[in-house]
């Protein structure tokens, strides 16, 4: 099967730019998290999505990063303006339902430097 | 809220060697607890999840609640092992992972 695939591999912004990052899971999965990963860090959620309805968002900044996932299918993540702090990878992953819910395949990842 | 502790950022052995990298939590509930491991270039993958109690690649992982720990264990060390390990918590049902800090595992020939 197809992995998740993740678009761009990297990104280089200056502060208070916007950037947008694409996501699109394994066909059939329900499930789509984004999480960012800081280095020398692991990985922190920070959006977890049902198909196409938001189950936790607790630790989204919600006043500079949005998502979506349109049809339950692709998700973007945006993030604007970006901070220093910003500079991460940010890891797309998706889940099938039942008993492998908590069965998460990655993505490459989307590399964020901003300047 | 549940936390998964990771103590060791790097853990370095000799191939043969037995490697036990250690994960701490603190959940109230009953957890479900998994490795996930990251080898050089690759994405981040699943290695064992506590309830399939099965070994992967020679790895084992017990959870024990009395000491709230799920610690990866190893008898022999093989070069090939060398990656990121990052133990994982979910609290059940349809609850996202939570990632601790990870251990770098450097096997040396």
């Known amino acids: 099967e197809a992995g998740v695939a993740q678009s761009p591999r990297y990104k280089i912004i200056e502060k208070r730019q916007s950037v947008a990052f694409w996501c699109n899971p394994i066909?059939?999965?329900?499930?789509l998290y984004w999480y960012q990963q800081i280095l020398g860090q692991g990985p922190k959620l920070l959006i977890q999505?049902?198909?196409?309805?938001?189950?936790?968002d607790s630790q989204l900044p919600k006043d500079r990063f949005s998502a979506e996932r349109l049809k339950g299918v692709d998700s973007t993540l945006k993030i604007q303006p970006a901070k220093l702090e910003d500079s991460a990878v940010y890891l797309c992953?998706?889940?099938?339902?039942?008993?492998?819910?908590?069965?998460?395949?990655f993505g490459a990842g989307s590399r964020l430097t901003v300047l | 809220a549940q936390r998964v502790t990771q103590p060791e950022k790097l853990l370095s052995v000799f191939k043969g060697a037995p490697v036990e990298l250690k994960c701490n939590y603190s959940?109230?509930?009953?957890?479900?607890l998994f490795w996930y491991v990251q080898y050089s270039r690759q994405r981040l993958q699943l290695l064992l999840r506590?309830?399939s109690r099965e070994s992967i690649k020679g790895f084992t992982a017990d959870l024990n609640k009395g000491e709230t720990s799920f610690h990866l264990k190893k008898p022999f060390a093989q070069e090939e092992d060398s990656a990121m390990y990052y133990c994982?918590?979910?609290?059940?049902?349809?609850?996202?992972?939570?990632f601790g800090s990870g251990t770098r595992l450097q096997v040396q020939p």
């Open positions: 992953a998706s889940s099938p339902a039942g008993s492998g819910a908590n069965v998460l395949t």
């Open positions: 066909s059939g999965h329900a499930t």
């Open positions: 999505f049902q198909n196409n309805g938001v189950v936790d």
């Open positions: 959940y109230s509930g009953s957890p479900e």
């Open positions: 506590h309830i």
């Open positions: 994982a918590l979910s609290e059940g049902g349809r609850r996202a992972l939570t």
